[in-house]
């Protein structure tokens, strides 16, 4: 088994459809700005991030959720006018990207942090990105996880506030479909579609589609401001 691989099955859960509660959650959270104090970490690791922005002094992409970063890679390669920020809290998984790609591209940097941090720090900040990229994040598909999934999470609000294209993606329709729902919940229009490619631009695609699995994309255009 290659470092890439790993656990294909379908997602399953005993929700069925939407989360009866998304739309309490979600107006709940837009009203209730998060203060849980900062990480210590993430705090730090924003500050060496900060350092490099602003020397690359180059518009801003996010890859949330990155895992091993292929995807960041990617991304990396198709915007080089752009400074990448590949972010995700497992430094095991950033640790592989190391182990599996030579080569360093000068406009992306790999950042161990916590979201619910580091998007907060980057609104404060007065970041503002171009596109934000959520490739298959965790979807908590049961019932009882439903404010661990990102639109349902207290700082949903920050990854609004942050601007720029928003590009989502999952195996599990009904993320989408949450997630599409959040969005309009905090006036927001976006479009759904199903997701296919000649090449897959993560592990967790090439996974899917390996075994047979439909993704789904939502898109959406954050306020720039």
Not at 84 to 92: I, M, T
Not at 113 to 136: I, S, V
Not at 151 to 179: C, M, Q
Not at 204 to 222: D, H, I, N, P, V
Request: proline share 4%.
């Amino acid at each position: 088994m290659s470092e890439f691989e790993g656990n294909s099955r379908a997602v399953t859960s005993s929700q069925a459809g939407v989360h009866e509660r998304l739309v309490e959650v979600v107006q709940r959270n837009l009203a209730n700005p998060f203060k849980k104090p900062f990480a210590d970490h993430t705090r730090a690791a924003f500050e060496q991030a900060q350092q490099w922005v602003d020397k690359q002094g180059k518009p801003l992409i996010f890859d949330s959720c990155c895992g091993v970063g292929e995807s960041s890679r990617i991304i990396a390669q198709r915007f080089p006018e752009h400074a990448v920020l590949a972010l995700d809290r497992s430094e095991a998984r950033l640790d592989k990207h190391q182990r599996c790609f030579d080569e360093t591209l000068d406009n992306l940097l790999f950042v161990r942090a916590d979201l619910m941090d580091f998007w907060r720090l980057a609104e404060e900040a007065g970041w503002h990105l171009d596109y934000h990229f959520l490739l298959y994040p965790n979807p908590y598909p049961k019932p009882g996880q439903l404010q661990r999934r990102w639109h349902a999470s207290p700082v949903f609000s920050s990854l609004l506030n942050l601007g720029g294209e928003l590009v989502v993606r999952s195996n599990w329709k009904t993320y989408i479909d949450e997630f599409v729902l959040a969005l309009n919940e905090a006036g927001i229009a976006s479009s759904t579609q199903d997701y296919s490619a000649a090449e897959p631009m993560s592990a967790f695609e090439r996974k899917y589609w390996a075994s047979g699995q439909q993704s789904w994309q939502c898109w959406a255009q954050l306020a720039s401001d």
